[in-house]
């Protein structure tokens, strides 16, 4: 079964419970990461999250996965919160940010830099608008990585 297949079987299992529970479900993902394969579940909700609510998270979905059995390979089942550097990935989570302090880092420099900070303006298909000394378009292709700053 492919990555996305797994990723979308547990985004149809957690429909449901995530919600009711008070959760969303920030991101999931399949990976292999050296020998080990690991089901990576990250959930938020706007009280946070605790050891509690990921180990509740974590026995349903576990559960459930048991139920279907649709992964073949030995793996380990992940759930945590994004964190407070969390990564932005989808465009949701860009709107919601828009106004907040973040690190972006490129694939290839722009301006001979490889790594931004600064305010996060809009996102639109071509670009990513960030406020640091003014406007900075970084185009889409070009970044690897968005995450909110953690300011103490």
């Not at 991101?27 to 394969?37: I, N, P, R, T, W």
Request: with cysteine; aromatic share 10%.
């Amino acid at each position: 079964m492919s990555k996305k297949s797994i990723v979308r079987i547990v985004k149809e299992l957690l429909a449901e419970f995530l919600p009711q529970n008070g959760y969303e479900l920030w991101h999931a993902e399949f990976v292999k990461e050296g020998k080990d394969y690991n089901l990576k579940v990250y959930i938020d909700s706007a009280e946070g999250i605790g050891a509690d609510d990921c180990e509740k998270v974590s026995r349903y979905l576990g559960a459930r996965l048991d139920e279907a059995d649709p992964i073949e390979a030995p793996y380990y089942l992940i759930v945590s919160s994004p964190g407070m550097d969390r990564a932005l990935l989808t465009p949701d989570h860009f709107r919601r940010y828009v106004g907040c302090p973040v690190d972006v880092a490129l694939y290839k420099g722009v301006d001979g830099k490889k790594s931004y900070s600064g305010i996060l303006g809009e996102r639109t298909d071509e670009y990513l608008i960030l406020y640091a000394d003014g406007e900075i378009r970084l185009p889409i292709p070009l970044i690897g990585k968005v995450r909110l700053q953690v300011i103490f």
